[in-house]
């Protein structure tokens, strides 16, 4: 029993030993085979890669690496821009520069809008409207070639959320529009007809609306307008602005105030004074005779009250009289 004990024992152990030399090569050869479709995998991806457009290969690469350049944004659309300018020229003949700048105008594709001009002292305004892009170019032709430049103020408006809005509302218009009609077409009876007749009258009264001032803006930015004002070397110069502020300032301002206010009290009394005037003329003898009158009622009256009897005052004596004969 003792040696069977031993058979067993040892069976047991080599039993044992088989089985995790069969584990370990198992573990071994999974191991072996993990690599060669991880490789496997690789060369299937590089294959796809290979085959995958040029442009998504980049993104992916761009998208993969932590330095790799960031994917450049899409270009802005362009804005819509109004432009006006007002140009202030002292020249030395003011008729000829203005004819100079209507031609440099007229010549780039712009107009004049409109025109003003006096001879004493010699004076042009011009309201001109140039292309948007040959502004910028010619406004400096303007400043430089017509005489000396006085002064030049620019603003600019950026509609573009207006242009889009009017746009979008323009299409939706027609599509409005094009529905109501095919309803219209396929209308069958009288009621039905005026209704939508009237409904097609107001959507195309709207849509002209919509259009008429997706036009207006639609000029204002593909024109620019510039006010050029010619003046000669005669005319008087523009005040300059030499406002204070501070006390010397709030003096300045109080003491014209006060002026002004002055000035306004003597305009007034002066437009009164005419009138003023004739009622002292026009009242004073009235009044002089209206108080002598009221004299002479005053001085009338206490005499005709003492000629008069005195019923009040007799009328004690009698009593005092009729007192004792009557005890």
């Known amino acids: 029993m003792t040696w069977a004990f031993v058979v067993l024992l040892l069976a047991g152990v080599l039993a044992a030993c088989g089985g995790g030399g069969d584990s ?88 004049v809008e409109r025109e003003s001009s006096r001879t004493e002292p010699p004076r042009s305004e011009i309201t001109l409207k140039i292309p948007a892009d ?43 529009l094009a529905s109501f ?43 620019a307008t510039v006010t050029v004002t010619l003046v000669s070397k005669d005319a008087p110069k523009e005040p300059e602005d030499d406002s204070r502020g501070g006390f010397l300032g709030g003096l300045e301002s109080g003491w014209d105030a006060f002026t002004a206010f002055v000035g306004g009290v003597a305009m007034v009394f002066g437009w009164l004074l005419p009138f003023l005037l004739t009622a002292a003329v026009l009242g004073l003898p009235v009044l002089a005779f209206l108080r002598r009158r009221r004299g002479r009622v005053s001085t009338v009256a206490p005499a005709a009250g003492g000629s008069g009897p005195r019923p009040e005052q007799d009328k004690p004596e009698q009593q005092e009289a009729a007192g004792p004969s009557g005890g």
């Not at 396929?186 to 009237?198: G, K, P, T, W």
């Open 181 to 223: 009609r095919k309803l219209y077409e396929r209308a069958d009876s009288i009621d039905e007809i005026i209704r939508l007749e009237n409904e097609i009258s107001e959507r195309e009264s709207d849509l002209e609306a919509l259009q008429a001032r997706e036009k207006s803006l639609k000029n204002r930015t593909q024109f």
């Open 24 to 111: 370990g090569s198992e573990s071994a050869d999974s191991a072996a085979r993990a690599p060669a479709a991880t490789s496997g995998d690789r060369d299937a991806g590089a294959g796809s890669a290979e085959r995958a457009p040029e442009g998504a290969g980049e993104g992916a690469g761009a998208g993969a690496g932590p330095g790799a350049e960031k994917p450049r944004a899409p270009l802005t659309a362009a804005r819509e821009v109004v432009h006006t300018a007002s140009l202030r020229v002292r020249a030395e003949d003011v008729n000829a520069s203005a004819a100079k700048a209507k031609q440099l105008v007229t010549g780039a594709g712009g107009y």
């Open 134 to 176: 040959r502004y910028g170019e010619l406004l400096n032709t303007l400043g430089t070639q017509l005489g000396t430049k006085l002064s030049l103020s620019q603003e600019a408006e950026d509609v573009t959320g207006e242009v889009a809005d009017v746009a979008a509302r323009v299409r939706s218009a027609e599509a409005s």
